[in-house]
């Protein structure tokens, strides 16, 4: 017995750190800051959107699309904080907010109920956030792939937007490394733009760790 509670104790404070990365409901509006998730399209189709037409289909040459707004804590972040559903006519109100109608529901259901605001605010909240971003001119529609590096990454998004600084940027990478995947901007909870958390610059310094990487042309 006492092995067993031995065993219990060491495996509860080594779960800890592991525990503080990992999703858990929360009060809807009780959170840190947000990250708004800038997915780069170009490496989804390539290497998961072979059945999704609507966003991968022949000629549609996304750049960076909207994945979500996401409230965030300074260690985690909550999730499914309500059962509420996301309502048609909300959806209706923003066309070609997201890059597929699936998106819509699923980040609501996953993140925005843990906004504190209703459907329709969260909605319009996550265009004005990803419409406050400047997107850095090589990377609006590359026809070629080009290959970059994370310290040059940040400074062009900085560049390209008046008080962003490097650590308001978290890129993430797949193919361990290699390509662009995604980029995250830190914003606060008032709509200003932040610096990210310790533990979403580490996550994205682990993700792209490799000396450079690819970004993928559109297609």
Not at 108 to 115: D, F, I, M
Not at 131 to 148: N, S
Not at 196 to 202: D, V
């Amino acid at each position: 017995m006492m092995k067993r509670l031995l065993l219990a104790t060491l495996l509860t404070t080594f779960a800890i750190p592991s525990a503080a990365l990992a999703q858990r409901q929360g009060t809807p509006g009780k959170f840190d800051f947000y990250v708004l998730a800038l997915s780069w399209s170009p490496d989804y189709c390539a290497s998961k959107g072979g059945s999704d037409r609507q966003q991968c289909g022949e000629g549609k040459k996304l750049g960076f699309v909207l994945h979500g707004l996401w409230p965030q804590y300074n260690r985690g972040y909550p999730a499914n904080c309500s059962t509420q559903k996301l309502p048609p006519e909300v959806k209706k109100q923003f066309p070609n907010l997201f890059p597929s109608d699936k998106l819509y529901s699923h980040e609501w259901e996953k993140h925005g109920t843990c906004t504190g605001k209703t459907p329709a605010e969260y909605m319009a909240l996550s265009k004005q956030y990803k419409e406050a971003v400047t997107i850095p001119a090589a990377y609006r529609k590359p026809v070629k792939p080009f290959r970059t590096t994370v310290a040059d990454l940040k400074q062009e998004f900085a560049k390209a937007n008046n008080g962003m600084s490097a650590d308001s940027v978290a890129p993430s990478c797949s193919g361990s490394g290699r390509f662009l995947q995604e980029v995250l901007i830190c914003f606060t909870k008032d709509g200003k733009l932040g610096v990210c958390s310790a533990e979403i610059l580490k996550r994205s310094q682990k993700s792209c760790g490799q000396a450079n990487l690819l970004v993928r042309n559109v297609r």
